[in-house]
């Protein structure tokens, strides 16, 4: 039998597979050793793909609530009934109305492209993205510092000798291409230092170097510490800071005076040992990666803040074996009045996407201009936000929720209407992979054929823009010229029409699926055509150096190359000197001081967070609601099957306070917390720390009638969060009783 090639969608590494098909379905699967992305690595979840496409969950055709059962329906009807409801109401209540939920579980780029566009063309600003739930702190961060919310530090990790991992547990959670082999090989390798920050043991603290088992929540105070001890010593890097940094001696003074020692003492650290780190940090070719731990957690868009300065101020921004910086421009100015807010709670967009968080009360409210009509489209809301006791009932206001699912997720019950999408592995879609400094371009094809009427969600999309009557009408050329199997006569059809119909442009990938689309069997291809035609100079260049020619042809050029590689091909070469290149402020400099920073930086003083740590009677314990692990795939894998004969969903808790508790391992117990309660086993663990609790997310399903593991998200108030609406998941005040 033979193998074909795909990739693993469960996170964002994408690893190469090969799998065997037989009566469409997916028999075997092993890693892929040709994928120049993963190198032949894989983890259990990409092994156990088959579960995840083929499940007793799938929706395979569309279906309309009438009562409170599904009926199944045509397409036309579906997209006739969607189409008139949301015209009417966009009438009557405007773009304000109606928004996009757009997750970031499975990763898939095309079917969230395709909702967050669909819904932009209707005029209406509200993207609430998985993405948001995470980063809207960095973004702030960012977009002070490097002028663009979008911009990402990504650690030198071939380059580097030492790496601080900050809240991530990288050997379970991956997010970079072959984690564990590296984070291993580093781990063994003594002349490389691996620095773990996480109040608990995790996978990757036990293979550190340097474990710093801080107290939970308490990351700013000592980032703070670490800042102020590298400028007390004089270990900052000034050279690096003449050249690329304002700001510096403004911020002085607010760690000037900062007493270190004592703040170590609430993050309950040894200074020694943090000073240590510090000269490390300073004097090492060193590079950081953080992840949820802190971004969701207290004071997150401080510490992203704070990480940002203890990097430039080291000098490790754009240089070897240090961060690199990624990605776009993209600033939404809360101060510009052409800034869309929520409307109830008046949280402004940050890199152009709304905190899911915020959802429910945005529905609830008797304002006129309240959302009335929400699209979803990879994600599910009701597992996998915040509260989802208030999501229930705020999606029962809705005048119109359609879910684009590939299956009947928890959110999909609740829709008016569920649309049928094809599956990861019965589509075509970019999955792009590499490091900062290499670019590979990789098109994921379907190795299997859908069972029912699903769509490619492109196309669904599409019929949905050409009902509400947002493609323009096109020229018979273009359909013909994609007809005629000849992809450069397409290309020369094209371009001519987009020249004569500028207008167009943010539409394209509408037109692209309506006539290439079609003629080729996949709005996604077609799509993916455009977007590689239509290459920024900066590309250009890239691809150059990859070996692909400059010029008129180069997109068609690569485009061939990436059909001809299903393993993925090395399509740009980003050059390392230039990489300061991208920051967007002003000066093209990293911008330190922010009078936004100000106050807040003050606040994280040891004596006023003691005593906002202090423990509450009714809620002792620390909850860290969630957790990414390799049992989990956030809410993804909805066969409980892949997890048999392991014990997936516990309360995991240390020794001392299950003594303390007169508990003991296997037992059952209520957890609460101000938004619910949940029941569930206890696991005694060292893994855990000492007035922490822990419960992992995804679970909660019911599968085939029964319910499995508990939801984390009916113990997590969706108010619990900051500012930007981020939720504060990693601190979740709670008591747990015998039950
Ligand atoms: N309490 C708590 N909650 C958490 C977290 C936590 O730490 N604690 N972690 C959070 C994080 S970091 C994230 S990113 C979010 C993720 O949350 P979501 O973005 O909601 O992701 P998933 O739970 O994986 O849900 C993805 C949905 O998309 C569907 N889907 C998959 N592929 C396709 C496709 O090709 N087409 C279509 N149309 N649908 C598809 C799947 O069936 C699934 O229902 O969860 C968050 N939830
Ligand atoms: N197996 C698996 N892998 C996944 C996913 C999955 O569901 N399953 N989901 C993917 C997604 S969408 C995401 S966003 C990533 C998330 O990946 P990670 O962020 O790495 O995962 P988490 O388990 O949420 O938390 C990281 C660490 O933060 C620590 N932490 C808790 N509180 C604090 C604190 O106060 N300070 C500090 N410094 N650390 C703290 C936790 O103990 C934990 O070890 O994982 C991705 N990969
Ligand atoms: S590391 Fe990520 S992409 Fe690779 S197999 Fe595991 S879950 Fe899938
Ligand atoms: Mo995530």
Not at 242 to 259: K, Q, T
Not at 695 to 701: E, K, R, V, W, Y
Request: glycine share 8%.
């Amino acid at each position: 039998m033979s193998w074909n090639k795909t990739t693993c969608v469960l996170c964002g590494n994408r690893c190469g597979l090969e799998v065997q098909v037989e009566d469409n379905r997916i028999v075997k699967v092993r890693p892929d050793k040709d994928s120049p992305i993963s190198e032949g690595y894989v983890c259990r979840k990409g092994m156990n793909i088959a579960f995840n496409q083929h499940n007793s969950d799938r929706v395979l055709y569309p279906l309309k609530k009438v009562g409170d059962k599904f009926e199944r329906v045509s397409w036309d009807q579906v997209i006739s009934e969607i189409t008139g409801k949301l015209k009417n109401i966009l009438q009557q209540h405007g773009p304000r109305s109606l928004a996009s939920v757009v997750g970031g579980g499975e990763f898939n780029t095309y079917p969230i492209q395709y909702l967050a566009q669909f819904v932009r063309m209707l005029g209406s600003r509200y993207e609430y993205s998985s993405a948001n739930q995470e980063f809207a702190g960095r973004f702030w961060a960012h977009g002070l510092t490097f002028g663009s919310q979008v911009l990402m530090l990504e650690p030198d990790i071939e380059h580097t000798d030492m790496l601080l991992a900050v809240g991530w547990n990288g050997m379970m959670s991956h997010h970079f291409p072959q984690t564990r082999r590296i984070l291993t090989r580093m781990s063994k390798n003594p002349d490389q230092l691996l620095v773990v920050v996480d109040p608990r043991l995790s996978e990757t603290a036990k293979i550190a170097d340097v474990h710093l088992a801080l107290r939970p929540g308490t990351d700013a105070l000592l980032f703070k510490s670490m800042i102020a001890i590298i400028l007390r010593e004089g270990i900052h890097n000034q050279k690096s800071i003449d050249e690329h940094v304002d700001g510096f001696s403004e911020i002085l003074p607010w760690f000037a005076d900062f007493n270190a020692e004592a703040a170590l003492r609430v993050c309950e650290l040894e200074y020694g040992q943090v000073y240590q780190i510090c000269r490390e940090f300073a004097t090492r070719q060193s590079c950081l990666r953080d992840d949820l731990g802190i971004l969701m957690n207290r004071h997150s868009a401080l510490v992203s803040y704070l990480l940002v300065v203890l990097l430039a101020i080291c000098g490790r921004i754009g240089t070897p074996g240090g961060n690199y910086l990624t990605g776009g421009r993209l600033y939404s100015d809360p101060n510009d009045p052409g800034t869309w807010r929520t409307v109830a709670t008046g949280i402004p967009a940050i890199g152009g996407t709304f905190p899911p968080n915020v959802m429910p009360e945005e529905i609830v409210n008797d304002h006129p201009d309240r959302l009335r009509a929400v699209f979803i489209c990879g994600a599910n809301p009701l597992r996998s936000y915040a509260d989802t006791t208030a999501y229930e009932d705020a999606f029962r206001r809705l005048d119109l929720l359609v879910v684009i699912e590939k299956a009947m997720s928890e959110t999909a019950t609740l829709a008016h209407y569920v649309l049928p999408s094809k599956s990861a592995y019965e589509s075509w879609d970019s999955a792009p992979g590499g490091g900062f400094l290499e670019n590979y371009g990789r098109m994921r094809r379907p190795v299997v054929k859908g069972e029912g009427e699903q769509k490619e969600a492109g196309d669904i999309f599409t019929l949905l823009a050409d009902a509400m009557g947002l493609i323009p009408q096109l020229p018979e050329a273009l359909y013909q010229s994609a007809g005629s199997g000849n992809i450069r006569q397409y290309r020369d059809a094209l371009m001519g029409y987009l020249r004569e119909n500028p207008e167009s442009g943010g539409v394209v990938q509408f037109i692209a699926a309506k006539t290439l689309g079609n003629a080729i069997g996949s709005a996604h291809l077609a799509s993916f055509f455009t977007t590689t035609l239509r290459r920024s100079q900066i590309s250009q260049e890239e691809a150059a150096r990859a070996g692909f020619t400059a010029g008129q042809d180069q997109g068609l050029d690569i485009y061939q190359a990436i059909i001809d590689h299903p393993e993925g091909v090395l399509v740009g070469i980003r050059d390392p000197e230039k990489n300061l290149g991208r920051l967007a402020t002003k000066s093209g400099r990293i911008q330190l001081y922010a009078s936004e920073v100000k106050d807040w930086i003050r606040e994280v003083n040891p004596a006023d967070e003691e005593e906002r740590l202090k423990s509450d009677d009714e809620f002792p314990l620390i909850l860290m609601a969630g957790r990414h692990m390799d049992m989990n795939a956030n809410t993804s894998m909805r066969d409980p099957a892949w997890n048999k004969g392991r014990r997936p969903c516990t309360l995991a808790m240390n020794p001392a306070d299950a003594e303390k508790l007169r508990l003991t391992d296997g037992q059952i117990v209520k957890v609460i917390t101000e938004a619910g309660e949940e029941t569930i086993e206890v696991e005694v663990t060292e893994a855990a720390r000492k007035g922490q609790v822990i419960i992992p997310h995804g679970f909660g399903l019911v599968y085939d009638g029964v319910k499995y593991g508990a939801n984390v998200n009916r113990l997590t108030k969706n108010t619990h969060r900051d500012q930007f609406g981020t939720p504060i998941h990693r601190y979740v005040p709670c008591r747990v009783e015998a039950v």
